[in-house]
């Protein structure tokens, strides 16, 4: 009988220890949603605190395709800090780390080394971002969160989103604050270029 209470002892705290990380997931996850949903309705206009490079290809891509700035360069700094070369052991390439072959065909990217051209991939990134945010009826945290994990795997309504694509989502919000200057004590000269900062 000993053995069983400690058993039922062991289950009731594993099922607890759930519990709380559950709501600690939905709670970050709501909090995310709020953060991503303010910056969209206030922020998502303002212009980066620095000089990036690729500047030119984050420019033009998102007049192009409606994508803010800010947003491109957060998730671009996030993936593989502006490096054009970068390759993930997920078979993601370049500066927004487009996966191959799947997602850079669907983006009608059908050669690899493109990837590896910075203003193609800048570009292809951020019609994927559109296609998301479209998608998901301008929900930015769920656009990342299924750029990160993939579309079929993150549900529309917003339920059951892996705590994974939650970490990604407040992973490039932060990566966004950056990119804004929301932390910085003084906001720099807009020319002050990225590699100048440390």
């Keep these: 009988m000993d053995n069983l209470r ?3 002892i062991v289950v ?15 709670t970050r996850h ?14 998502s206009a303002a212009g980066p605190a620095y000089k990036f490079p690729h ?21 671009a700094r996030g993936e593989s800090d502006f490096n054009a070369t970068a390759r993930s052991k997920a078979n993601a390439h370049g500066v927004m ?6 997602t850079a065909k669907h983006l009608g990217v059908n ?7 910075p203003c193609t991939n800048i ?12 998608s998901y009826d301008g929900n930015v945290h769920l656009a990342l969160a299924a750029y990160n994990y993939g579309p079929s795997r993150i549900s529309k309504s917003g339920t059951m989103i892996p705590n994974g694509a939650v970490w990604y989502s407040g992973y490039i919000y932060r990566h966004l604050n950056y990119v804004l200057g929301s932390n910085a004590k003084h906001r720099p000269a807009p020319d ?5 900062i440390g």
């Design 6 to 8: 400690r058993v039922a």
């Design 12 to 26: 009731i705290g594993l099922v607890l220890t759930l519990l709380a990380l559950t709501a600690d997931a939905i």
């Design 30 to 43: 709501d909090e995310l949603n709020s953060s991503w949903r303010n910056y969209s309705s206030g922020q």
């Design 55 to 75: 500047a030119n290809c984050f420019q033009i891509a998102s007049l192009q395709h409606g994508v803010p700035e800010s947003l491109l360069l957060a998730v």
């Design 97 to 102: 780390q487009i996966q191959w072959p799947g």
């Design 111 to 117: 050669r690899l080394s493109d990837l590896y051209d």
């Design 123 to 134: 570009d292809a990134g951020a019609r994927y971002l559109k296609e998301l945010i479209k």
């Design 192 to 196: 002050t270029l990225y590699s100048d």
